[in-house]
């Protein structure tokens, strides 16, 4: 056990104006198994590259150990297995990658395989299990479940939590509930650890936020009353002041020494509500830094002259001579939403893309509805590139609408000068969810949306959901979504 202190951390991208942390200071403990959250675009995968040594920082950060980061790039994947492992970390004995793919359900036999034949999720949880080959190292692990199904996603989490040492970046709030036992969480303002899993710090926070906005409330009407006490009591006392040179009504002269004391006791005391006044905005000053914005999206989705849009009987697919699914039977009707669920390589995609209309070789009954109007969201961001006010002209959407939609999903102002390829895989799903949002359409099909999205816009997102009630067909392997969400589920 030792530790990792991060001491007056501040870091900016060259050419940047705003740094991505300020002055920030926090320890870990090498045994802790931490998930790492924070909205998109705040730093973490950032953070994670100024412990690997990659950007030159000021501040200080000193450990013991050595740190090794997860996903490894893999130049040969025509390699078999073996020798891709081989070449991460050749100092290992064959009993042990064994007994990691033995805990990860993976066969023994795809290590005489190329590493390139494997799934997505195989290769993830083979290069988890290489990782874990390394001692005296504590590991960085950047989004693992973006190519896992949700029982891939059980097992990898299970196999997390029989490991420590670790920092987990993950947006899956039972992934995350299941295998860490602190949070790291990046602010808008500060960098904090606390202890527990993700639901407990989600719990704690919104406790934070609500005492946060009930206090700024209670002293926002402390200012205004102590501001209008303040200017009552100035007022008296100039009006006192300025009676010093007057006669009272019976003749007699002021006494001008009385009405002296009178009008300094009354200036005393509008100066003391003054600074009453000034500590109350002070403190409250100190306030809501760190309060999240998450304001309710809109989805105005056109309604369909039909009750049922979509209906697929026992429908087949192949690409050559593989099949991908078979004897597919559901229909989509106006209200559902409908979760596409079944592991990797069951079709699902496929299944989408027959009903957006691309040219799909299938069997089958297949009808969808005349005219029919779908938005869709890929799973796939690559395509995406020039400025967000272009993209949203070749996208034929309300420039305007777009950009509002962005920024209640936490993009700022200066994001949108950018140009679409330097933003974060987050940012990009967001860019989709935000075109898909705009766009004229009966029914959307979000083909795994949340890839990469914080924990704070999914929950928006399900609001949206639950509060318009639009159909909706999508395929996503974040359980507590599809639990929120889904009103019917297919199982392929």
Not at 150 to 155: M, P, S, Y
Request: net charge negative; proline share 2%; hydrophobic share 35%.
């Amino acid at each position: 056990m030792s530790l990792i202190n991060v001491t007056n951390l501040t870091f900016a991208y060259d050419g940047s104006y705003d740094n991505i942390f300020e002055d920030v200071s926090f320890q870990m403990n090498t045994d802790w198994n931490l998930g790492l959250t924070g909205r998109n675009g705040r730093g973490k995968t950032t953070f994670l590259k100024l412990l690997l040594g990659k950007y030159e920082y000021s501040g200080d950060i000193s450990a013991s150990v050595s740190f090794e980061y997860f996903p490894f790039p893999v130049e040969h994947k025509e390699n078999n297995t073996l020798d891709v492992i081989d070449g991460i970390y050749p100092d290992y004995e064959y009993w042990q990658i064994v007994r990691e793919l033995t805990l990860l359900k993976v066969s023994e036999d795809v290590l005489y395989r190329p590493f390139e034949s494997m799934s997505n999720g195989e290769q993830t949880k083979v290069l988890l299990a290489t990782l874990f080959l390394k001692e005296n190292s504590f590991l960085l692990i950047d989004e693992p479940t973006n190519h896992l199904d949700i029982h891939a996603r059980k097992l990898v989490s299970d196999y997390l939590r029989t490991k420590s040492g670790y920092i987990l970046v993950s947006h899956d709030r039972a992934f995350l509930d299941n295998c860490v036992d602190h949070i790291l969480s990046i602010n808008k303002t500060n960098i904090e650890v606390q202890k527990g899993n993700f639901s407990e710090w989600w719990e704690n926070k919104k406790r934070q936020d609500h005492y946060e906005l009930a206090e700024n409330e209670k002293l926002r009407k402390d200012i205004n009353r102590l501001s209008d006490a303040a200017k009552r009591t100035n007022n008296w006392s100039h009006e006192v002041e300025k009676s010093k040179n007057g006669v009272r009504n019976s003749g007699s002269k002021v006494d001008k020494g009385y009405v002296g004391h009178k009008a300094a006791k009354m200036m005393k005391r509008s100066k003391s509500i003054e600074h009453r006044q000034h500590s109350a905005i002070e403190e409250s000053s100190k306030l809501l830094k760190n309060i999240e914005s998450s304001e309710s999206l809109k989805i105005a989705q056109l309604a369909y002259n039909k009750k049922q849009m979509v209906e697929l009987d026992k429908v087949s697919i192949r690409y050559g001579d593989h099949t991908v699914c078979s004897g597919v039977t559901f229909t989509i009707e106006q209200g559902d939403r409908i979760a596409l669920a079944g592991p990797n390589g069951s079709g699902k995609s496929s299944i989408l893309k027959l009903i957006r209309g691309e040219d799909i070789d299938f069997t089958g009954t297949f009808r969808k509805g005349s005219q029919l109007l779908i938005s869709y969201v890929s799973q796939d961001t690559s395509q995406l590139q020039g400025g967000l006010s272009d993209y949203a002209v070749a996208s034929g959407i309300d420039e305007s609408l777009f950009k509002a939609i962005l920024r209640k999903l936490d993009f700022s102002r200066t994001q949108f000068d950018k140009d679409l390829t330097s933003f974060s895989g987050g940012q990009k799903k967001k860019v989709l969810i935000a075109r898909s949002l705009c766009e004229k359409a009966h029914l959307h099909v979000w083909d795994e949306p949340l890839n990469f999205i914080d924990v704070i816009s999914r929950v928006q997102i399900e609001e949206l959901l639950l509060e318009h009630s639009p159909t909706i067909l999508f395929v996503e392997h974040d359980s507590e979504f599809c639990k929120n969400i889904a009103n019917k589920i297919v199982e392929l």
